[in-house]
């Protein structure tokens, strides 16, 4: 496997039991059928899993093994528990395994994140070896938060960043371990935002961090969302985090928690950076503007918004105005991300963005001053499947996340379907001459 692989599943298991691996059955050799009746604009459908039935796929991480197959790993938001999608050949994903949650060699080494719905002893995370990547192998666990870990960040290496709750702190904050040795791990580093610790005055949101970080090529420098602000921070010694600088988001920005800042994705060649919340309540009831933008982060001192993306219009045949009407959640979620891991397209000028009721929308950013949409994909309606609790009932299905293969094949979570592949068949945009000034 290329080295700096790492997988930030969720699961929201409530023990810490053994786990066992289910074997789906591989003997079917068709192709499963592609659902009917989606919508899209220079975006194609070329292959279609059901996941076992185990929808809501959450937080997806590519392989490319050293066997020559491509995998697709993802946790579930409504199943506790695991899949791995063989994705070798795109036009036909087969599930290989579902691995449910009951209760060491660096290039191979797999974090997934345990984000429990209610506080409860146990782990945050588990380390694991996928030396063999359809059988992965559990290293150790790591971990006595209160409502475990979220999305963490693996770049290869001697260290591993954590979006976990930690006892005598609000919210997650980040956590720096040495994996040296995955079968021991340590902590060596902290850092959180003034008011998150038990006993400090909070000023303004309390701070949350909802991950991933993101490492700078040369190890130095990371960049992350950390609500209220997207942080640059000096990790030169990662035992003594320091602050280079700032740009507070929210307010004005939608003040949903810790997803105020969902994702934030830098372009190291271009010192820009990608930045997105997270939709959080039905027909845009949040506390404010959802977003999606860019930052000049030239100067890391003083990063600051250059751009928003435009707002996602529904197709003209359409029985709602505006997305906000359709019903369920409108707004960013996700975009391609693990951009360490050579398996994973490298950032150009197309952001792929996970938009809840609107399906996939992508966007050409090579003028980073004025991005425009140039594509999108909306799968077909799914009525009359069994709502979900808490954040994830909607009336309507929606694409919560997406990830890139550098093969350019797209993959896209629906809740209530599985998972799409698809390919952007658009016009690819030069790059742009001129960069952020």
Known sequence: MKRGFMNKMRGFPLGAAACALALVSSSAVRAEPIPAGGQGEHVKVIGFSALGGHYGAFKMALNHAVNGRWYLYMGHSFDLGWSILDVTDPANPKLIKFIPFDGPNHDNLMITSLDRRKPADGPDVIFWDISDPVNPKEITRWGSGTTGAHRNSYPGGKYAYLSTSYPGFRGKILVILDVSDAAHPKEVGRWWQPGQKDGEPAVGPVGGFHGPANISPDGKM?????????????????????????????????????????????????????????????????????????????????????????????????????????????????????????????????????????GLRIFDISDSRLPKEVGYFMPPERPGLPEHAGAHASPVNWSEEVAVDARGNIYLNDDKWGTFVLRYTGKVPEPSKSAAK
């Open 222 to 358: 990371l960049t992350t969302g950390y609500v209220p602000d997207v942080v640059n921070l000096d990790i030169s010694d990662p035992t003594q985090p320091k602050l280079i600088g700032k740009l507070q988001i929210t307010p004005p920005f939608a003040s949903v928690g810790s997803q105020s800042l969902h994702t934030t994705l830098p372009l190291w060649d271009r010192k820009l950076i990608f930045v997105s919340s997270e939709a959080m309540d039905e027909r845009c009831r949040d506390n404010g503007m959802n977003f999606a933008g860019l930052i000049d982060n030239s100067d890391p001192t003083k990063p600051r918004l250059i751009s928003i993306f435009p707002t996602p219009a529904p197709p003209k045949n359409a029985v709602y105005k505006n997305f906000c009407d359709k019903g369920g959640r409108f707004g960013p979620h996700n975009t391609n991300q693990e951009i360490h891991n050579s398996a994973v397209e490298q950032p150009g000028n197309l952001i792929y963005i996970a938009y809840f009721n609107a």
